[in-house]
């Protein structure tokens, strides 16, 4: 799980992109080169506001800030000298308050506007200082940013995966890419030897409350895909509470001597439900859950365990039927790893965990309570081979009411790529497609469903 050191440096780096690229957003300039010049600021400028957007949670397209800062630095240029620097000043100021108006998750108005101001000032600072140097200097300016976006571009990770295939499939979703900076949302403290997080949405009367299940990465609830499945919550309405596996994130691991039963990831979700539904903690009535990959699992043994109780719909996005190909090495050393697990907990038990709670969504689907709530199944275009295999199966084990939901052009990591900016791998900075989260939105919420193909 990313901590506050973490998300503070990982912020700091957004904020120092946003300097360099409006550093090099020249607003005055002579012939032959102003055209030019004007073209490639501009360009420079829509990539600082994206930067902007990734600090304040304003997740905006790459072509729309793109746009936003050609239009912004032809204004700034189409006036008369006298009044370049209030234009500046004003078309700075407008840019990033615009990010309100096309970001695709709720933003919140108040920290957008003093971002907007500070983003201006700086601007203003910058000019000043662009205008003493010398025409060679300038030019150096305009080539920093170009270097900048080639280091970042080779840290790009997730490609093997998917990345190919989805570029193949759907090459612009590239310019639809915004540049997010991880925040899970504020610690939700609920017992000692339990990590969750929780994020309101800006939305003055939200849908409910989303328990948010994550998949098999060590960032628990601030990988990519957690934070794709977050933004879509939030632009559906919802609150949402994201809860770390046990040893993954900031749930802890359970002593290597405890006994298997330690190691139930329901204990925790299930402690998010009694607090969501405790007085005075829902800011709508009933919450549902949302699950990816392997927290699919864990969303149907919660489901069998309370009986459905409290819980007023489950999302499981990827799901599948989990046969390890190598389940006595492969997937031990695997469980070891995730977890970052030092010697030296006993096979037994290892396999004991895997069994009861990780190894049987089939099992958990055909235990179901008979009157459960809705089960909404969301199936991914571009798939791993082995998920789309058994996807079908689990489906069928479920039993009504369901519906399934095919997300076509989205990968099983909703179309997010990650920049790590360090050896350790320590958490950077997110692209996410908006689209996926636009589309994965829709899913979440009844009057969209039709338009992704969600049927009983």
């Given at each position: 799980?990313?901590?506050?050191?973490?998300?503070?440096?990982?912020?700091?780096?957004?904020?120092?992109?946003?300097?360099?690229?409006?550093?090099?957003?020249?607003?005055?300039?002579?012939?032959?080169?102003?055209?030019?010049?004007?073209?490639?600021?501009?360009?420079?400028?829509?990539?600082?506001?994206?930067?902007?957007?990734?600090?304040?949670?304003?997740?905006?397209?790459?072509?729309?800030?793109?746009?936003?800062?050609?239009?912004?630095?032809?204004?700034?240029?189409?006036?008369?000298?006298?009044?370049?620097?209030?234009?500046?000043?004003?078309?700075?100021?407008?840019?990033?308050a615009a990010l309100s108006l096309i970001s695709v998750i709720p933003v919140s108005i108040a920290k957008l506007f003093a971002s907007a101001a500070v983003f201006t000032a700086a601007g203003f600072a910058l000019d000043k200082l662009t205008e003493r140097m010398s025409p060679l200097g300038r030019r150096r300016l305009l080539a920093l940013p170009a270097v900048v976006l080639v280091l970042f571009g080779i840290t790009v990770t997730q490609v093997k995966d998917f990345g190919w295939r989805l570029f193949a499939r759907e090459p612009q979703f590239l310019l639809r890419l915004a540049l997010v900076a991880p925040n899970p949302g504020s610690r939700l403290h609920l017992e000692s030897d339990c990590g969750a997080w929780i994020l309101r949405t800006p939305i003055h009367t939200p849908q409910g409350t989303a328990i948010l299940l994550h998949g098999n990465d060590p960032l628990a609830s601030s990988q990519p895909a957690a934070l794709a499945l977050q933004g879509a919550l939030m632009r559906a309405g919802y609150d949402v509470?994201?809860?770390?596996?046990?040893?993954?994130?900031?749930?802890?691991?359970?002593?290597?001597?405890?006994?298997?039963?330690?190691?139930?990831p329901t204990i925790c979700p299930a402690r998010a439900l009694s607090y969501l539904h405790s007085a005075g903690n829902a800011r709508a009535p009933g919450a549902i859950v949302v699950a990816h990959s392997m927290g699919v699992d864990v969303a149907l043994s919660l489901m069998v365990e309370r009986r459905g109780a409290d819980i007023r719909a489950e999302y499981l996005f990827g799901g599948s039927i989990d046969r390890p190909r190598d389940p006595e090495v492969g997937w031990i050393r695997e469980f070891l790893q995730q977890r970052g697990m030092p010697c030296c907990m006993?096979?037994?038990?290892?396999?004991?965990?895997?069994?009861?709670?990780?190894?049987?969504?089939?099992?958990?689907?055909?235990?179901?309570?008979?009157?459960?709530?809705?089960?909404?199944?969301?199936?991914?275009?571009?798939?791993?081979?082995?998920?789309?295999?058994?996807?079908?199966?689990?489906?069928?084990?479920?039993?009504?009411?369901?519906?399934?939901?095919?997300?076509?052009?989205?990968?099983?990591?909703?179309?997010t790529l990650s920049l790590r900016f360090n050896p350790f791998l320590l958490p950077g900075l997110v692209l996410i497609d908006t689209v996926a989260v636009k589309l994965t939105a829709e899913s979440l919420s009844a009057a969209g469903q039709a338009g992704n193909a969600c049927r009983e």
């Open positions: 799980m990313i901590n506050r050191h973490h998300q503070a440096l990982t912020e700091f780096l957004a904020a120092v992109l946003v300097m360099v690229f409006r550093s090099a957003s020249l607003r005055t300039t002579r012939p032959p080169f102003q055209v030019g010049v004007q073209l490639l600021s501009g360009v420079w400028l829509g990539v600082a506001i994206w930067c902007v957007g990734a600090l304040v949670q304003a997740w905006a397209p790459l072509w729309e800030v793109l746009l936003l800062g050609l239009a912004s630095s032809a204004f700034a240029a189409a006036l008369p000298a006298k009044m370049s620097a209030p234009a500046r000043a004003a078309a700075d100021f407008v840019a990033v509470v994201s809860v770390d596996h046990p040893g993954y994130g900031a749930t802890p691991l359970p002593n290597a001597n405890a006994d298997w039963k330690a190691w139930n006993s096979l037994q038990t290892i396999r004991r965990v895997r069994d009861q709670f990780y190894s049987g969504a089939d099992r958990f689907a055909l235990a179901l309570p008979p009157d459960h709530p809705v089960i909404h199944f969301v199936r991914f275009g571009i798939e791993y081979d082995d998920v789309a295999r058994t996807r079908e199966v689990l489906y069928a084990d479920l039993s009504a009411p369901k519906k399934v939901c095919d997300l076509s052009a989205v990968t099983h990591y909703f179309n």
